[in-house]
Nanobody, 122 residues
Framework: LHLVESGGGSAQPGGSLKISCTSSQFSLAPYNIAWFRRAPGKEREGVSCIRKGGLMPQYGDSVKGRFTISGDNAENTVYLQMNSLKPEDTGVYYC????????????????WGQGTQVTVSS
C-alpha cells in the first residue's frame, strides 16, 4: 500500500491547514488510518486515527478540540483538518495505515507515507 500525503505548508498561529492522505493504487476502505508527526528534535508522536468506515476517531491530547480527522471513500482520501494552529504543531506529518492497528502506537502500523511538512510561525 503506497500512501501519499499532501496539503502541508505554512500557516500563522491561530490559522488552519488541511492535509490529505490517499493511495492511487488501492482503496483505503479496508484500513485503519492514522496521522503521526515528528517535530524538530523530537520523537514521532501520534496525532489522530480513525477506523475503517470512519468509526471511532481518536486524538492525541495536544490536538484535541483543534484537529478533526475524516475520511471520504469516494475520494479514497483521509483528511486532517487542523485549526487553531500553534507553533508547536510544526513538524512533518505522516499518514499510516493498518488493517489491524486501531490506536496511536506507531509500531502497530505497517504502511507509511513519506510525510508532508507543516510549519506554523508568525
Amino acid at each position: 500500500l503506497h500512501l501519499v500525503e499532501s496539503g502541508g505548508g505554512s500557516a500563522q498561529p491561530g490559522g488552519s491547514l488541511k492535509i490529505s492522505c490517499t493511495s492511487s493504487q488501492f482503496s483505503l476502505a479496508p484500513y485503519n488510518i492514522a496521522w503521526f508527526r515528528r517535530a524538530p528534535g523530537k520523537e514521532r508522536e501520534g496525532v489522530s486515527c480513525i477506523r475503517k468506515g470512519g468509526l471511532m476517531p481518536q486524538y492525541g491530547d495536544s490536538v484535541k478540540g483543534r484537529f478533526t480527522i475524516s475520511g471520504d471513500n469516494a475520494e479514497n482520501t483521509v483528511y486532517l483538518q487542523m485549526n487553531s494552529l500553534k507553533p508547536e504543531d510544526t513538524g512533518v506529518y505522516y499518514c499510516a495505515a493498518s488493517q489491524w492497528a486501531s490506536g496511536l502506537l506507531e509500531e502497530t502500523y505497517e504502511f507509511w507515507g513519506q510525510g508532508t511538512q507543516v510549519t506554523v510561525s508568525s
